[in-house]
């Protein structure tokens, strides 16, 4: 079956700085990848998609990167604003594409 | 608000109680899923639903019961739960076309606790 691995459980940088986020799967190459951010207490929010044949993808301060050799997608903030404090979440389509699979989540803090 | 409304947003219940979780959208998608949050694990796809009509069933034991009446509402029936089902339960909707452009909306999410 499909895993989602998210490097770290907790990711801890000064504001200002980028803050790097990475994402691993296993198995087979999915058509795409999603980015969520998710509050305490709250649902998870849709950032950004990056399909297979897209290398990379921008979005404000945002940039998602994606290597189908690697089975990786990189999360970039740059700027990093204690703002950003969230986790978050990769997901991907798991056996059809109705349905959407997640990792458990980087912890992110940006401390002023 | 992200336009899918969930009630209640907290919920305390007994394991002999029946009680309902609901979730609304007005947003004009085609498909809504219910997903449980645990802490420190992933989200964990319940069930899904394509035009109302389900469509997958993740293995969820039979005291959880989906209903799905139209394209806009979807429930979550639940009985004789156990304290392992404490948890955020989160409903998502998303417009389903060829393009996979769309992420999944979520709502705010149902804490359930049972006691």
């Known amino acids: 079956s499909q895993k989602i691995e998210q490097n770290s459980e907790a990711l801890n940088i000064q504001e200002g700085k980028t803050a790097t986020l990475t994402c691993n799967y296993t198995?087979?190459?999915?058509?795409?990848l999603q980015w969520y951010r998710q509050d305490p207490g709250r649902g998870p929010v849709f950032l950004l998609l990056?399909?297979?044949?897209?290398k990379e993808k921008r979005k404000e301060r945002l940039k998602v990167t994606f290597d189908t050799t690697l089975k990786q997608s990189l999360f970039h903030i740059t700027a990093s604003q204690p703002a950003d404090s969230a986790t978050y979440l990769c997901?991907?389509?798991?056996?059809?594409?109705?349905?959407?699979?997640f990792g458990s989540g980087t912890r992110l803090s940006i401390r002023p | 608000e992200t336009g899918v409304t969930q009630t209640p947003r907290h919920l305390v219940m007994g394991m002999t109680n029946k009680k309902s979780l609901k979730c609304e959208q007005h947003?004009?998608?085609?498909?809504m899923y219910w997903y449980k949050q645990s802490a420190k694990k992933p989200l964990e796809l319940m069930f899904v639903?394509?035009?109302?009509?389900?469509?997958e069933n993740n293995s969820v034991p039979s005291r959880f019961s989906p209903e799905c009446p139209n394209s806009s509402h979807l429930f979550l029936h639940l009985h004789t739960l156990q304290p392992e089902d404490s948890a955020l339960y989160l409903c998502?909707?998303?417009?389903?076309?060829?393009?996979?452009?769309?992420?999944?909306?979520f709502g705010s999410g149902t804490r359930l606790t049972v006691v």
């Open positions: 998502a909707s998303r417009l389903q076309t060829g393009d996979d452009d769309y992420g999944y909306t």
């Open positions: 198995n087979y190459s999915p058509a795409y």
């Open positions: 990056i399909r297979e044949n897209e």
């Open positions: 997901a991907l389509p798991y056996s059809s594409a109705s349905k959407i699979i």
């Open positions: 947003l004009g998608h085609n498909a």
């Open positions: 639903y394509n035009f109302k009509e389900q469509t």
